[in-house]
């Protein structure tokens, strides 16, 4: 268990890396077996059912969206963290795109993202 504010502190790392698009700093707050669910990875690789383990299945999907939205980025609207997990309310932003709200839970033991799990509309 860690106490809220050190799990909003790696959110807030977690904000920082994916929109600075370092793919390593961003791996670097994951546990090596890792899961991942998004409602986005299920429509563009419908094999996966939306969710991947791994950091090397992380690598490849964070790599393929970087690569395809450059200028990709996430505005953090709400930050709640209790003693494992922090919920994310953020504003998902890609030009010629409508800007889409997204929530998302990391789910975080001993200073390290074990799941995060996407949801939006």
């Known amino acids: 268990m860690s106490a809220p504010n050190e ?17 390593e700093k961003l791996l670097s707050l994951y546990h090596d077996n890792a ?9 563009r690789q419908p094999a996966t059912n939306g969710l991947i383990k791994g950091k090397q299945a992380l ?4 790599q393929d969206s970087f690569e395809r939205y450059p200028q990709l980025q996430y505005n953090l609207h709400t930050l709640t963290a209790n003693q494992d997990r922090v919920f994310m309310e953020y504003l998902r932003q890609v030009p010629n795109e409508e800007d889409l709200l997204v929530g ?3 789910e975080i033991k001993d200073g390290i993202i074990t799941s995060s799990r996407v949801y939006h509309g």
């Open 7 to 23: 799990l909003e502190l790696i959110a807030h790392k977690w904000f920082e890396a994916f929109n600075e698009h370092d793919l």
């Open 35 to 43: 899961i991942h669910y998004s409602p986005k990875l299920k429509i």
């Open 59 to 62: 690598r490849s999907w964070w």
């Open 104 to 106: 998302e839970v990391l």
